[in-house]
């Protein structure tokens, strides 16, 4: 990408897509793997000694070693660009030319809404990633909750928002947008429900098997949240980040300030 006259650095937009669902994505295969290679007994047992053969998220990622430290790593890494695109999408649907003329105060505040709930969500992601739940089980089931519940509340909230915006309509890419939101959205609540429905059923009956069977619901769950966030791709499509010396400081600039049609 060619750069401006006062411009350091480019970045098409979807690199950073790329970052933000390769680095959790990588995380969790990588976990997994290395739990079942170097920690197999431990990480698939359960407190009822049934048959298993898959570890939970918990017992993939914050038990033992390398395994804890790669996740901590890898999920920490791409936070900070997380935390950007969430008050990069706020201006997004704040900005639309599109959005409604009447009640536009109110939109404005759900926008506002929307991103703390979005911020919210990765704070509580990074709690949960930082604190295990054998280092402190009360606090890792808080964080484990309000990322539960800060995620659902963004998916619906952000989805709604962005068909009111009027970016869904504005081109062929934002209703491909909209429905991959839907499906992102629907898989997620219903790996959450499923998810609880399974742990509930392994603790009670102690089935074989049905412990597998939750973990990959959470596995499920977890990418269907960054397929949700990937959607991204074609919200900014052919939006670059940059960063630029101009007197004053620097700044970074990630929408145009028109909406073009694709072709």
Not at 51 to 80: D, M
Not at 147 to 169: D, H, K, P, V
Not at 186 to 214: K, Q, S
């Amino acid at each position: 990408m060619a750069l401006g006259e006062d411009d350091i650095l480019s970045l098409p937009f979807k690199y950073v897509v790329f970052c933000v669902a390769g680095l959790p994505s990588s995380a969790l295969f990588i976990c997994v793997i290395l739990s079942l290679w170097l920690h197999f007994d431990q990480a698939i047992s359960t407190h009822c000694e049934v048959p298993n053969w898959l570890p939970s998220i918990s017992a993939a990622v914050s038990t033992y070693s390398p395994e804890k430290y790669i996740w901590r790593f890898l999920i920490g890494l791409h936070i900070g660009p997380r935390l950007l695109i969430a008050l990069a999408f706020r201006n997004f649907l704040a900005s639309s030319p599109l959005r409604p003329i009447s009640g536009f105060r109110k939109f404005q505040r759900l926008c506002n809404l929307a991103c703390l709930l979005n911020l919210a969500e990765n704070c509580f992601l990074l709690g949960l990633t930082s604190i295990s739940s054998s280092e402190d089980h009360g606090l890792h089931a808080k964080c484990f909750g309000g990322f539960a519940i800060c995620s659902i509340l963004y998916m619906l909230l952000s989805t709604w928002l962005f068909n009111e915006s009027g970016r869904r309509r504005a081109t062929n890419l934002g209703e491909r947008s909209y429905e991959y939101k839907i499906l992102g959205s629907a898989i997620f609540i219903f790996c959450f429900v499923m998810g609880g429905y399974l742990y509930w059923r392994h603790n009670t009956f102690c089935e074989p098997g049905i412990y597998t069977l939750f973990a990959l619901v959470e596995y499920s769950a977890v990418f269907s949240n960054i397929f949700f966030h990937c959607t991204l791709y074609y919200d900014f499509h052919g939006k670059s980040v940059s960063l630029s010396s101009s007197f004053g400081g620097s700044h970074y600039s990630i929408l145009p300030t028109q909406i073009e049609k694709d072709t």
